[in-house]
C-alpha cells in the first residue's frame, strides 16, 4: 500500500504545489522519469518473485536516476547529449517492457 | 546482439536476489520507501505540468509571431501605396518643370515610351491569363507543389512568347522583381504570394498564346500539368490592367552625364 500511497500523495503534491524545475535541471527530469519507472517495474516484478526489498529498491532508484542523468550530462558536456539520451532510453525502455511481460504472465499467466 | 540479450535475461536489478539469497530477510525502511514513492509521483506530475505550460507559451510565441508578419505586410503595403501616390505627383511635377519647348517635348514621350515598358506605370491591353496552382493531392510531397523555380519558367516562357506587361497576382514584375522561395511561399518583390497563381501578360492576342505553348516555359508546364497533375488554365482576355510596380526604385545607379 506504501508506494500506491505514496504515488498517489506525489502527484497530488506536484499538481498543486507546481514546483518549478531550475532551467538546468530540466533536460534530465524526462530521463529520470524513465530510470524512475524502470525502477518501479523492476521492483513490482521482485515483487510477484517474492524477493522485494525496500532497501535494494531505494538504492537501485537512485543509483539508476543519478547514473541516467550523470550519463545525459556528460552527453551535453562533449555534445552527444541527445544521442546518449537516445541510448539510455532504449535500454530502459527494453528493461520495462521486458519487466511488464513477466508482469503480465505472472499476474494473468497469460 | 550480446548486449541486448543481456538486457533482456536480467531485466531486475540483482541486488534483490542477492539481499534474497543471504537471508536478510524483509527489512522494513517504510519512511525511504515512500519518499522514494512520493518522489516518484511529483516526477511525472512535475513533468507533465511543465510540458503543458510551455505548449501555451509556444503556440502564443507563435501567433504573436504571425500578427506582427501581418502588421508589418499592412505597413508594407500602406508605404506602397504612398509610393505610387508619390510617383504620381512626380509624374505631374515633371510634366510642369520640364515646359513646352521641343526637347521638353522629346524628353517627355520618350518617357512615355519607357515607362509602360519598365513597369512605371498601370497599363491595359490584351492578353494571357495563366492560373497555376498544386496538385489536388499529395500537396504535401515537394515535387507536386509550384515551386519558384516553375513559376520562373512559366515568366521567362512568356516573356520569350512576347509579353510586354506581366503580373504574378496582381504584382507586376520588372527587371527589378525576384521570384524566388522563401519557406512555404514563393514570394514576388519580396511579398509572399497565396495559391493560385494568376500570372497575366500582355501581348499580341494573335501571336502571345501559339508562341507560349511552343517556348520552354510552355513545354516545362505543359509536362508538370500532365504528369504531375498541377493546375495549369490558360486563358485569352480581351482586355486587363497591370499595375504599376511601385518598387521601381534606382538605389546606386545614376544617370551618366550627357
Known amino acids: ?110 | 546482439m550480446d548486449l541486448l540479450n543481456q538486457i533482456i535475461r536480467q531485466p531486475v536489478d540483482p541486488d534483490y536476489a542477492l539481499v534474497k539469497a543471504r537471508g536478510d530477510g524483509p527489512t522494513r525502511r517504510g519512511i525511504a520507501f515512500a519518499v522514494v514513492a512520493i518522489v516518484i509521483g511529483a516526477m511525472f506530475a512535475v513533468a507533465a505540468v511543465q510540458t503543458n505550460r510551455s505548449a501555451p507559451v509556444l503556440a502564443g510565441e507563435r501567433t504573436e509571431l504571425i500578427s506582427r508578419i501581418k502588421a508589418a505586410e499592412t505597413e508594407q503595403d500602406r508605404l506602397r501605396e504612398r509610393a505610387t501616390a508619390l510617383a504620381d505627383e512626380i509624374a505631374t511635377l515633371r510634366a510642369g518643370a520640364l515646359g513646352d519647348d521641343d526637347t521638353a517635348s522629346a524628353l517627355q514621350s520618350q518617357i512615355n515610351a519607357l515607362d509602360p515598358i519598365v513597369g512605371n506605370v498601370a497599363v491595359k491591353g490584351p492578353g494571357l491569363l495563366v492560373v497555376v496552382d498544386d496538385a489536388p493531392t499529395g500537396a504535401d510531397q515537394r515535387q507536386d507543389r509550384v515551386l519558384d523555380m516553375d513559376l520562373q519558367v512559366l515568366v521567362n516562357g512568356l516573356w520569350q512568347a512576347g509579353s510586354e506587361a506581366i503580373a504574378i497576382n496582381g504584382h507586376r514584375l520588372s527587371t527589378l522583381t525576384a521570384i524566388r522561395g522563401a519557406g512555404d511561399a514563393i514570394t514576388v518583390d519580396y511579398r509572399s504570394l497565396t495559391r493560385p497563381y494568376r500570372v497575366e501578360a500582355i501581348g499580341d492576342p494573335r501571336t502571345l498564346h501559339a508562341r507560349y505553348v511552343e517556348s520552354s516555359g510552355g513545354i516545362a508546364w505543359n509536362e508538370l500539368a500532365q504528369n504531375r497533375r498541377m493546375r495549369y488554365e490558360i486563358s485569352s482576355m480581351e482586355e486587363m490592367t497591370l499595375e504599376a510596380d511601385p518598387g521601381m526604385v534606382l538605389r546606386y545607379a545614376k544617370r551618366a552625364k550627357s
Open chain 1, 1 to 110: 500500500m506504501i508506494p500506491l500511497i505514496g504515488l498517489i500523495v506525489g502527484i497530488l503534491l506536484g499538481l498543486f504545489l507546481e514546483p518549478t524545475i531550475p532551467l538546468a535541471l530540466q533536460p534530465y527530469l524526462p530521463i529520470a522519469i524513465v530510470a524512475a519507472m524502470d525502477a518501479l517495474f523492476g521492483a513490482f516484478r521482485a515483487y510477484l518473485d517474492g524477493n522485494f526489498t525496500d532497501r535494494v529498491f531505494v538504492v537501485s532508484f537512485i543509483s539508476n536516476v543519478l547514473i541516467a542523468a550523470a550519463i545525459v550530462y556528460v552527453g551535453d558536456q562533449i555534445g552527444v547529449g541527445s544521442q546518449l539520451s537516445t541510448g539510455v532510453v532504449v535500454v530502459l525502455g527494453i528493461r520495462i517492457f521486458t519487466n511488464a511481460a513477466a508482469i503480465r504472465r505472472a499476474l494473468f499467466h497469460a
